[in-house]
């Protein structure tokens, strides 16, 4: 596990769990978001994003995590460490899921730093062997904030 990961597994921990999220519902105390259509994109850092291609690992537990950049990732090439980047995590099955519940979180990796935020949901689509497709939103403050639909290379 990175230490990016074990920050995010602790904050996520300390957030508790939540309702599964329904597209404008309540979830953790505040509205969740209706996940928006077309790519992965919005602000992070204050600057304007757009994901590309993630890739990520399946593990035996059954969770999925992965990362999103602005450039295609693949499993041989991650992102720099002062990439503006998104890192989920999220079961391995097809479903929708509230952020800072057990079973899905983002955290929005800054030049600056980090932001965790249990304001959003994931959902996934679907899963194979080498690929996950799903679309998440997220909404931490003015300057961070993205929506849209993802896909991840699962790395062997």
């Known amino acids: 596990m990175s230490v990016r990961w074990a920050v995010l597994v602790l904050a996520a921990v300390a957030c508790g769990g939540g309702a599964e999220p329904s597209g404008g519902g309540e979830g953790l105390g505040a509205t969740v978001p209706d996940i928006p259509s077309g790519p992965l994109q919005g602000t992070i850092d204050g600057t304007a994003w757009q994901a590309g291609e993630g890739a990520g690992f399946a593990y035996d537990d059954g969770q999925i995590e992965g990362e999103l950049a602005e450039a295609d990732l693949t499993c041989d090439e991650g992102a720099d460490f002062d990439d503006l980047t998104v890192e989920i995590e999220v079961p391995s099955a097809p479903g929708t899921y509230a952020l800072g519940g057990p079973d899905a979180s983002v955290l ?46 699962l790395c062997p």
């Not at 959003?120 to 194979?128: C, E, K, L, N, P």
């Open 108 to 153: 929005l990796l800054t030049r600056n730093g980090s932001v965790f935020t249990t304001v959003g949901q994931i959902r996934v689509d679907s899963v194979t062997d080498t690929r996950v497709e799903g679309a998440l939103v997220v909404e931490a403050d003015a300057d961070n904030s993205v929506g849209g639909s993802f896909a991840l290379t």
